[in-house]
């Protein structure tokens, strides 16, 4: 019995050691609650489901994917907002970074505005993602990445929002890189 004990552990804590090591290869940003940053840089979903409910919107909730889900959102300012994200590179082959931005859909009777943020990967214009009354964007957003596009391994993602777009309506869950395209199931 303690022998049996014993291997069922062993064969968890291999499991575990292999998930977390596995985790830690995953170039990612998590938006959590960081020093310096003023109150309104950081809302949670139910801060941010209040709001839409205020506005007639419905927002859709951070993505599980890759088990980063933990209903912080850094929020995007009228300025704009950049991170880093560092990438060894590996292969010689098209890495995938994705977004899983704030996501709102017009309820009946809402006065829903066309918005566009503008994805720039170190400088160079990658990606811009709309949104009015009638269509929206998929989540997470993909962006493929040359390793000609980040030769030192580094990443600097910045976000724009349009000149049209006032306050803080965009905002990032997460934010990570993939050697291979997410699967559906991630």
């Not at 959590?32 to 309104?40: A, I, R, S």
């Not at 088990?67 to 300025?79: F, H, S």
């Not at 098209?94 to 704030?102: E, F, G, I, K, P």
Request: net charge negative.
């Amino acid at each position: 019995m303690k022998l049996r004990i014993l291997l069922l552990t062993a064969i968890f804590l291999s499991c575990f050691v292999s998930v977390i090591a596995k985790d830690t290869t995953i170039p990612k940003q998590e938006f959590g609650l960081e020093e310096g940053l003023l109150p309104e840089d950081i809302s949670t979903f139910p801060e941010l489901k209040t709001w839409a409910i205020y506005q007639s919107y419905e927002l859709e909730p951070d993505a599980s994917h890759l088990g980063l889900q933990d209903y912080i959102c850094r929020m995007v300012p009228e300025t704009g907002l950049q991170f880093l994200l560092e990438k060894t590179i590996i292969s010689k082959s098209t890495v995938y970074l994705y977004l899983d931005l704030t996501r709102y859909r017009p309820l009946k009777g809402s006065k829903f505005k066309p918005r566009k943020l503008n994805i720039l990967v170190n400088g160079r214009p990658k990606l811009s993602v709309y949104t009015d009354k009638n269509q929206s964007f998929s989540n997470p957003v993909e962006i493929p990445l040359e390793p000609s596009e980040y030769p030192d391994g580094k990443i600097y993602v910045d976000l724009v929002p349009s000149n049209n777009s006032l306050g803080r309506f965009w905002g990032v869950w997460d934010a990570f890189v993939l050697e291979n395209r997410l699967d559906a199931k991630d």
